[in-house]
């Protein structure tokens, strides 16, 4: 960097300094999107992932679609079956109601390995004896906190025809509460074991147990594979196989809304600030040679070439970009550091300020490019000034 620069860009109101604040915004802007996808990505992997997701595939029944495999206890096996699979948990939905003391109504599924509740007290054994069950803390104005560790008769219907039944009852244990803002599968679940939950089922609809399980099957299921680097080809064998099969990970790494906005703007925030560095570049070096030509006549005249002037334009260049991506990076972090409470509310994910911060890659981005693009930009934009004759453009502005 030619010593010039340094003194021509701080007392020079024509100098390339004058590209500094629309490089910072960029550079802000960049920096926010970048930590705002990190706290989303983030939270995802931990919260998300990190239960078991990376290694889970989501099975599903449609009803009335022949299309789809239904999840019967023949299919369930076929899949239990398939190379890599460790696990296969399916789901089935039922109610139970208040039986003794009460006056709730409440949806009841199986816990799968996919259910990462928030226990607020007790424990969730794996997997769930089938005289266990697992509640929300407080459900249509009932709290169970008092009922944990006791077991409750609960109360279920039997169908006796295809428009009548009749109530039952069923003793189970609350070994654990959960957070009930945690409604993955609606309000006031209970969560059964896999048997239980095909019990009730099996019951609302009048049939055995195992008969409903061999004609209706289950809404859903998760199978679990041994490694994750399995998941796509035990996917693609599952659908191969007629099922309606979808990795986990793959649902939840395109979580739409803010995260996927704050990844899009992310990516096209850094072909935005490098092109419009580089246009900068072009058009305020060009301006700025031009302002001070005569200035550079007499330096040429005195004895500095070309190269030398060029030097001083790229020292500006540099000085611009390097200070508008310092700026920018520290913006854009303060900023999207604010965010991550904001972002915790609208994912329904913990995020906390460490999570919401750029990554190296992005930040590297946001403080470089200002200054590469600005320089290269003034490369091309000072070309025509500074090949001017110096003597007569000197005798011009005489």
Do not use: C
């Amino acid at each position: 960097m030619s010593r010039w620069s340094l003194y021509t860009w701080k007392r020079d109101g024509r100098s390339l300094r004058r590209a500094l604040p629309t490089l910072t915004v960029l550079a802000a802007l960049l920096t926010t999107s970048a930590g705002v996808a990190a706290g989303a990505a983030g939270a995802v992997e931990r919260d998300v992932l990190g239960s078991g997701g990376l290694t889970q595939i989501e099975l599903s029944s449609f009803e009335g679609d022949a299309s789809v495999r239904p999840l019967t206890t023949s299919a369930l096996r076929e899949a239990a079956r398939a190379k890599g699979v460790r696990q296969v948990v399916a789901d089935y939905s039922s109610v139970l109601y208040a039986e003794e003391n009460g006056t709730y109504d409440l949806a009841s599924h199986t816990l799968t390995p996919g259910d990462d509740l928030p226990v607020t007290k007790g424990k969730v054994s794996a997997p769930l004896g089938p005289d266990e069950v697992v509640l929300p803390a407080v459900a249509q104005g009932t709290d169970f906190a008092p009922l944990l560790g006791r077991s409750v008769a609960f109360g279920y219907t039997r169908a006796t025809g295809a428009a009548s039944g009749t109530s039952a009852v069923i003793k189970l244990k609350i070994v654990a509460l959960y957070d009930p803002s945690w409604q993955a599968d609606g309000p006031g679940v209970a969560y059964l074991s896999q048997d239980t939950a095909a019990l009730l089922a099996a019951a609302r609809s009048g049939q055995p147990a195992e008969a409903f399980r061999d004609r209706e099957g289950a809404q859903s299921a998760v199978v679990v594979v041994e490694h994750q680097r399995q998941v796509a080809a035990v996917t693609k064998s599952l659908q191969n196989k007629g099922f309606s099969a979808s990795a986990v990970s793959d649902r939840v790494r395109n979580l739409p809304g803010l995260f996927g906005a704050a990844d899009l703007a992310m990516r096209v925030g850094v072909l935005v600030l490098a092109l419009g560095a580089l246009a900068l570049g072009v058009v305020r070096a060009a301006d700025s040679a031009r302002a001070r030509i005569g200035q550079f006549a007499v330096l040429r005249i005195l004895g500095s070439g070309r190269p030398e002037l060029r030097r001083i334009l790229l020292g500006e260049a540099v000085l611009s970009g390097g200070v508008a991506g310092v700026l920018g990076a520290a913006v854009g972090t303060a900023l999207s550091a604010s965010l991550a409470g904001p972002l915790s509310d609208v994912l329904g994910l913990p995020i906390t300020v460490t999570d919401a911060l750029p990554g190296p890659a992005w930040a590297g981005a946001a403080l470089l490019l200002p200054a590469a693009g600005l320089a290269v930009g003034t490369l091309f934009g000072s070309r025509e000034a500074l090949r001017r004759d110096p003597y007569l453009t000197a005798r011009a502005h005489s």
